[in-house]
């Protein structure tokens, strides 16, 4: 929209003898679609005062909604659909923007480097740095004209279920990191860990690597226990401790079993005196 104004304008400029190269005009639709971006994003307010004054919805689901399209691949669950399918991504960015999502995560679900070459598999092409820079740039460009915040997005990775020492997953997490901390995203989410300690380890690197970005940190477990048999209630409470602003559930079960599960969070981390936001991305 911003390009084809600026067009215009320069068109309307030929009759006083203006003379703009298209290269420049170009050049110049850029800039100024990057400072209102820019401007649109800094009139909104940062994510931790929009929790404080009330409910923020966010979006979610990335990888069944492209799978059921055609776009992602079932198994391996990763994004690379970004760059390969850009106007696919691009489009349920804008679906959810339609229905009201506050906060839009960038689509690099389960784009770790392991994992994208976790058994050979093709999306390692485009590496985690490729891919995470393409999954910004869609989210950017949808969100914040529509006056919503961008998160980052990291998850569990294959090197926790080898790994010989904390230093070893969060190497592994930073290597993610990178594009995030580059871009300014608003808020980072660590999503979707079936074990605590690894959930624990993730936070340790996004606060050492972008230190001030607000965290969101849930778990993909039930309402009695993560994988470890550590409770619910005490992976809430180690969730705070570790430095997540937000802490949940999500996916695996229905909104009623993550209710479950959040609340015995809640009751958690309000008994060890701490405090925190809570999230429910059910599946």
Known sequence: WYQRRVREAVVSTQSTGITITST??????????????????????????????????GDGGFVFALEKRGYVEAGPWTPEAVVENPEAVMQLHREFLRAGSDVCQAFTFYASEDKLNNRGHSAGQHGCYGINTAACNLV????????????????????????????????????????????????MIAEYYEHVEEAEWHIHAI?????????????????????????????GVRL??????????????DPFRCIEAVVKMRDAVKEAGLKCHFMVQPL
């Open 140 to 187: 950017r460009s949808a969100s914040y004209p529509e006056g919503a915040l961008i998160a980052g997005g990291v998850s569990q990775t294959p090197t926790y279920l080898t790994a010989v020492s904390p230093e070893a997953v969060k190497d592994e997490v930073k290597k993610q990191l990178k594009v995030f901390k580059e871009q300014k995203v608003d808020l």
């Open 240 to 253: 705070v401790k570790a430095g997540a602003d937000v802490i949940g559930v999500n996916c695996h079960f």
């Open 207 to 235: 606060k050492e690597y972008m230190p001030g970005t607000p965290i969101c940190a849930s778990l993909a477990i039930n309402a009695d226990s993560d994988v470890h048999g550590v409770p619910t209630g005490e992976c």
């Open 24 to 57: 420049a005009t170009v050049l110049f639709a850029i800039i100024l679609e990057n400072y209102l971006l820019e401007l649109c994003h800094e009139a909104q307010g940062h994510f931790l005062e929009r929790l404080d004054a009330g409910p923020v919805i």
